[in-house]
């Protein structure tokens, strides 16, 4: 069913999807998301092709998000993209809900929840892509795109707005990212999320006293 053309044929369709997205979540995101999954397909005992797919097309819908200025949910919009993609393609019908399903509930603050173990293994692959050193990376390209400062530890980031010159990697690790360890969903998500977590913890240290002048 999901042979190499058919999916080099997603690939493709979904890449110019992702032309659209900002730089923290165009191909190579998806790339990583998909390799991860798969790995945690695996070692929890997913579908591995129904993780696979779900993983490819998972943020397709932030385009028009992005255009509405997030009236438009990305994972419920990209997951009725994903369901009209996968009928183009004539896969089978069980098979383009499961996927479906698994888009519709990524999202972190998402309204529904994960409940198979493919909606799960794609929900914590995505998330462990936001930890370690490539989510702190993303996190400076995203605090790039919004313009904002290198380092603000000096502020009450509680009281700072999204999407301005406040909206550092720092805020999004404390506000955010520092949360993401105690949501995950599979016994394989949460070993790689403490470790990845724990590497942030010791990289924003490091920068704390950096900026400080201590070393």
Same mark, same amino acid.
């Given at each position: 069913?999901?042979?190499?053309?058919?999916?080099?044929?997603?690939?493709?369709?979904?890449?110019?999807?992702?032309?659209?997205?900002?730089?923290?979540?165009?191909?190579?995101?998806?790339?990583?998301?998909?390799?991860? %999954?798969?790995?945690? $397909?695996? @070692?929890? #005992? +997913?579908? *591995?092709?129904?993780?696979? /797919?779900?993983?490819?097309?998972?943020?397709?819908?932030?385009?028009?998000?992005?255009?509405?200025?997030?009236?438009?949910?990305?994972?419920?919009?990209?997951?009725?993209?994903?369901?009209?993609?996968?009928?183009?393609?004539?896969?089978?019908?069980?098979?383009?809900?499961?996927?479906?399903?698994?888009?519709?509930?990524?999202?972190?603050?998402?309204?529904?929840?994960?409940?198979?173990?493919?909606?799960?293994?794609?929900?914590?692959?995505?998330?462990?892509?936001?930890?370690?050193?490539?989510?702190?990376?993303? %996190?400076?390209?995203? $605090?790039? @795109?919004? #313009? +904002?400062? *290198?380092?603000?530890?000096? /502020?009450?980031?509680?009281?700072?707005?999204?999407?301005?010159?406040?909206?550092?990697?720092?805020?999004?690790?404390?506000?955010?990212?520092?949360?993401?360890?105690?949501?995950?969903?599979?016994?394989?998500?949460?070993?790689?999320?403490?470790?990845?977590?724990?590497?942030?913890?010791?990289?924003?240290?490091?920068?704390?006293?950096?900026?400080?002048?201590?070393?």
């Amino acid at each position: 069913m999901l042979d190499s053309r058919l999916w080099q044929r997603l690939k493709e369709r979904a890449r110019k999807l992702y032309e659209e997205n900002g730089g923290s979540h165009r191909m190579d995101h998806v790339e990583r998301v998909v390799a991860l %999954a798969e790995r945690l $397909a695996r @070692e929890e #005992g +997913a579908d *591995l092709k129904v993780v696979k /797919v779900a993983a490819l097309l998972h943020d397709i819908g932030r385009g028009e998000e992005a255009r509405s200025r997030g009236r438009v949910c990305h994972a419920r919009y990209g997951a009725e993209l994903a369901r009209k993609i996968l009928e183009e393609e004539g896969l089978p019908p069980d098979f383009i809900e499961r996927v479906v399903r698994a888009i519709r509930r990524h999202r972190f603050r998402g309204e529904e929840s994960p409940e198979t173990i493919e909606e799960k293994v794609l929900f914590d692959a995505d998330k462990l892509d936001s930890l370690g050193a490539v989510g702190i990376g993303r %996190a400076f390209l995203f $605090a790039g @795109e919004v #313009g +904002a400062r *290198l380092h603000n530890p000096e /502020v009450d980031l509680k009281k700072t707005e999204p999407y301005s010159s406040e909206d550092t990697a720092w805020r999004e690790f404390k506000l955010k990212l520092s949360k993401v360890k105690d949501r995950m969903l599979t016994e394989s998500g949460k070993r790689l999320a403490e470790e990845r977590h724990r590497f942030m913890e010791e990289f924003f240290d490091r920068l704390n006293r950096e900026v400080r002048g201590e070393c």
